[in-house]
C-alpha cells in the first residue's frame, strides 16, 4: 500500500461524510410562513460556495499526501515568492466573497425597506416575558416614554397623546395577525438585551433597552407559531416564550375587538384604586395605616418614656 493512503482515505471519508450528512440530514429549517424565502436563499447559496471551498480544500490536502510522501533524503523546496499562484488565490477568494456578500446586500435593503401601508405593531421584551401592542380603531400608535412606565401604565404611553387612547394592549396572552398583510414590528427591552424570533418568519432583530429597533415581514401561512427569545436574558431565558397566531382576516378583526385598550385600562385602575380608597375610608384612619384591633402586631414591646 502506498504510503499515505491512510491518512489520504480518511481526508476523503471526511468529505463524503460531510456533504452526506448535509444533504440527507434530518435536521433542517422549519416550514417558512412569511415572504423572508430570500434569506433562506441566501444561506443556502453560502452553503454552497463554503461547501466548494471545503471539499476543494481538503480533497488537495488528500492529494498532497500521495503525492509528496515522506521520504528520506528528500528536501522540500523553499518558494516563498509565486505571483502566478498568489493572483490565482486572490482572484477565487474575491470572486467567492463577492459571490457570498452581493445576494445579502439585496436582501438586507429590502429588510431595512417597509412597504407603504404596513400595519405598526410594538412588541416589548422584559425578563421573562412577552407583551404587545397594537392600533386601534385609528391605525396609529400612541407616543410612548420610558419614564411613563409605571404598574398601571407598563408600555409607558402618554396618556395625554389621544392617539394612544385606543392602542390595544396584550399582555401575558399570545399575538395575532392577519394573513398576507405586511406588518412593521417596533421592538422595546425594559430591561437588557432580548431578542424577538419567530422561527418560521425567519426576520428577527435584537431588542436594546433605550432604543426602538423594528423589522417588517408578511405572513403568508395561517398557524401558531412560537416566539423565542434568541438572546441570552437571564436564568429565565430559556421559558421567555408566547405565541403568534395567523389568521384570516375575519377572525383577526374578531380577535381584536375582544381586546382591552390602553383607555379602558385606566378606567379599570382608576375603578380599582377607587375601591381600594372607599375600603380605606371604611376601617377607619388608623386601620387603614396598619394600626388598630385589625392589624395588631402582636408580641411587639411596648415602649413608656417617663419625665
Not at 113 to 136: D, F, H, N, T
Not at 227 to 250: I, N, P, T, W
Request: hydrophobic residues 40%; proline residues 6%; glycine residues 10%.
Amino acid at each position: 500500500m502506498k504510503k499515505g493512503f491512510g491518512v489520504a482515505l480518511l481526508l476523503i471519508l471526511v468529505v463524503v461524510g460531510t456533504v452526506g450528512f448535509h444533504v440527507f440530514s434530518p435536521w433542517w429549517w422549519t416550514e417558512l410562513a412569511s415572504n423572508w424565502g430570500y434569506i433562506d436563499d441566501t444561506i443556502i447559496l453560502t452553503f454552497w460556495v463554503t461547501g466548494v471551498v471545503f471539499v476543494a480544500v481538503v480533497g488537495f490536502m488528500a492529494y498532497c499526501v500521495l503525492r509528496f510522501p515522506y521520504q528520506e533524503g528528500r528536501r522540500s523546496e523553499y518558494n516563498p515568492e509565486n505571483k502566478k499562484l498568489e493572483w490565482w488565490l486572490i482572484g477565487l477568494t474575491s470572486f467567492g466573497v463577492v459571490l457570498m456578500l452581493t445576494p445579502g446586500l439585496f436582501v438586507w435593503n429590502d429588510f431595512v425597506s417597509v412597504p407603504k401601508g404596513a400595519a405598526e405593531i410594538e412588541v416589548m421584551g422584559q425578563q421573562w416575558q412577552w407583551s404587545y401592542r397594537l392600533p386601534g380603531k385609528d391605525g396609529v400608535l400612541g407616543t410612548t416614554d420610558v419614564r411613563q412606565v409605571n404598574d398601571t401604565n407598563p408600555f409607558g404611553i402618554n396618556p395625554k397623546d389621544p392617539k394612544g387612547q385606543d392602542d390595544v394592549l396584550i399582555a401575558g396572552d399570545d399575538l395575532h395577525l392577519p394573513l398576507d398583510k405586511p406588518v412593521k414590528v417596533l421592538l422595546r427591552s425594559l430591561d437588557v438585551l432580548h431578542d424577538f424570533y419567530v422561527p418560521q418568519f425567519r426576520a428577527k432583530m435584537d431588542m436594546v433597552p433605550g432604543a426602538v429597533t423594528y423589522f417588517w415581514f408578511t405572513p403568508t401561512r395561517t398557524g401558531t407559531f412560537d416566539v423565542l427569545c434568541f438572546e441570552l436574558c437571564g436564568v429565565g431565558h430559556y421559558a421567555m416564550r408566547s405565541k403568534v397566531v395567523v389568521e384570516k382576516e375575519d377572525k383577526f378583526q374578531a380577535w381584536l375587538k375582544k381586546q382591552q385598550t390602553f383607555a379602558q385600562s385606566l378606567r379599570e385602575a382608576e375603578n380599582q384604586s377607587g375601591g381600594e380608597s372607599k375600603v380605606a375610608s371604611a376601617l377607619g384612619p388608623e386601620n387603614a395605616a396598619g394600626g388598630g384591633s385589625g392589624s395588631r402586631d402582636h408580641g411587639a414591646p411596648t415602649v413608656r418614656v417617663n419625665p
